[in-house]
């Protein structure tokens, strides 16, 4: 028996291993800045908005790590996201990376002591998440980690520079975290 796969389902596809995400992205904004990028209910992004506001998050997240710890991201800084699937958590994740940081996507479904106990083991300064949810998060008055709403600090967000924000990490350089919960129940990080 001659099994053959099916010619729809071939995506490998070769890319070069020494560019980040970002960096990848950023190239396809330069090829096609007019096409739609993205895509969520009635609202979409060309790429060159979407590149616009990632980056103008990137470079305020930057600007309130520094005012807030008086520190610079590095490639190993762990930047939260709790936001609802929406075009923000999209800008959201792209301007995370673009800052030079990994993201750690929590979950809303997770109760509080989930939320705090992945918040303290994975060493989140900062969280962004949206105005809608930023009200499951008031416990983080408790710590040394800041909630940043999207859509709420917009009008400040705005007033950032919308270039390319300088690379300050490697192909190499970890992405996200994921938590899992284990075999134990108790939730860990994999990268």
Request: proline residues 4%; negative net charge.
């Amino acid at each position: 028996m001659n099994k053959t796969r099916n010619p729809w389902n071939k995506t490998e596809r070769d890319y070069p291993k020494d560019k980040t995400i970002h960096q990848l992205f950023e190239e396809q904004v330069e090829r096609t800045p007019e096409n739609i990028a993205v895509v969520f209910e009635e609202n979409k992004l060309t790429y060159a908005e979407l590149n616009a506001k990632a980056n103008q998050l990137a470079n305020t997240i930057r600007n309130e790590y520094y005012i807030q710890w008086n520190k610079k991201v590095k490639s190993d800084t762990l930047i939260g996201i709790y936001i609802e699937r929406s075009l923000e958590m999209i800008i959201g994740i792209l301007g995370i990376l673009k800052s030079g940081a990994a993201y750690v996507p929590f979950d809303s479904a997770d109760p509080e002591e989930r939320l705090k106990f992945k918040i303290s083991d994975c060493g989140c300064k900062m969280i962004l998440t949206s105005s809608s949810s930023i009200y499951d998060l008031l416990f983080l008055t408790e710590t040394d980690c800041l909630p940043l709403s999207i859509d709420g600090y917009w009008d400040k967000i705005s007033e950032a520079s919308k270039i390319n924000p300088a690379h300050i990490n490697k192909s190499s350089d970890l992405a996200y975290i994921i938590y899992t919960s284990g075999s134990t129940g108790k939730p860990k990080g994999d990268d």
